[in-house]
């Protein structure tokens, strides 16, 4: 009686542990796993071509990417033209992310990986993607990139679903970082020294210095100085000619709302095509702004393009437009 009693219990000890592994596996859902390599955002993947807009939102500001007639601009920089390749890598990036691990369920392990909820302190970011006709299409949290040194294609970023416990390393090269000033296109204007005839620079106090090409095509000179004249360097007096030369902005601002201070130097400067563009340069706490304006041959297309804006620009491009006839000759020695 003992023996079968004992057979009895085994048997239906085993009968409870098949049964609580049947329901566990029914009832637990799929595991996380099971997700790998499928995409992260399906909404994103599958109508890329519909996104009107990209918000990116951080402890310590936004940036607002709309797409629209004129393409794409940045919302907080007054609509101004944004860097099309960034923001083309950026949708890109957000399409093809595929979920490669699951990481931590944990909130406490959330900041490791930079996929916290955004509070004061958090260095992660909430991208939100909407349609062009404002519904939210995804959103999805971003956190710390593992940029593949080898360039084998290997980039990873770890991310978050808002609402969702589960982190993920997710496969893709992903880059939302910066400010709303690294998400302009930095490309102001191009005009090539070779093509400047004539530059005028009218200084506050009242000065004036001209430089011009000797004989039309040849080296500029200061026509109003003394045969005599000692200058620095021949680039010194060439230098003013090639300020818009490749010219690119660190940030903008309208001009209706940072209209051009009284004091500001003014440079005109003359290109044997017909075009002149004025040149307004000054100083606001430490960062050199410029606004252009464009008369001539070839106007109403800068016009439209710079026309409603002043650009904060490197000072060494600045500066040459503010040169004065002092800035080119040598300093006498003492005898």
């Keep these: 009686m003992q023996a079968r009693g004992f057979y009895a219990l085994v048997a239906v000890t085993i009968a409870v542990v098949v049964v609580a592994v049947i329901l566990s596996i029914t009832h637990a859902g799929p595991r996380p796993e099971a997700n790998a390599g499928s995409a992260v955002l399906p909404a994103v993947a599958s109508r890329a071509g519909e996104i009107g807009s990209i918000a990116i939102r951080r402890e310590k500001g936004s940036i607002t990417l709309q797409h629209g007639q004129a393409g794409w601009t940045v919302a907080e920089r007054n609509n101004y033209p944004a860097d099309a390749g960034k923001v083309r890598q950026a949708l890109v990036g957000l399409a093809e992310l595929k979920l490669v691990e699951p990481k931590t369920r944990k909130p406490e392990h959330y900041p490791r990986l930079e996929v916290e909820d955004l509070k004061d302190g958090s260095k992660s970011a909430l991208v939100e993607v909407k349609d062009t006709n404002g ?29 969702e416990a589960q982190s993920w390393l997710a496969q893709g090269s992903l880059d939302v970082t910066g400010e709303a000033k690294d998400w302009l296109d930095r490309k102001v204007v191009s005009i090539p020294p070779a093509k400047v005839t004539k530059v005028t620079i009218r200084h506050p106090d009242g000065s004036t210095l001209v430089i011009a090409r000797e004989g039309g095509n040849g080296k500029f000179v200061v026509p109003e100085a003394p045969a005599d004249t000692k200058w620095k360097s021949e680039t010194a007096v060439n230098e003013p000619a090639g300020a818009l030369d490749n010219l690119e902005l660190n940030d903008v601002a309208s001009l209706e709302q940072n209209p051009v201070p009284e004091g500001a130097t003014v440079a005109e400067l003359v290109t044997e095509d017909g075009l002149t563009v004025k040149a307004s340069t ?17 106007a109403d297309e800068l016009n439209a393009k710079v026309g409603k804006w002043v650009y904060a620009v490197p000072t060494w491009k600045a500066n040459p437009l503010k040169t004065k006839f002092a800035d080119l000759v040598e300093t006498p020695k003492d005898s």
């Design 135 to 163: 519904q939210k299409m995804a959103e999805l949290i971003v956190g710390k990139r593992r940029v593949d040194r080898l360039g084998a294609g290997n980039d990873a970023v770890y991310v978050r679903r808002p609402g």
């Design 282 to 298: 000054w100083t606001k706490d430490e960062t050199s702004w410029i606004r252009l304006e464009a008369s001539g041959i070839g």
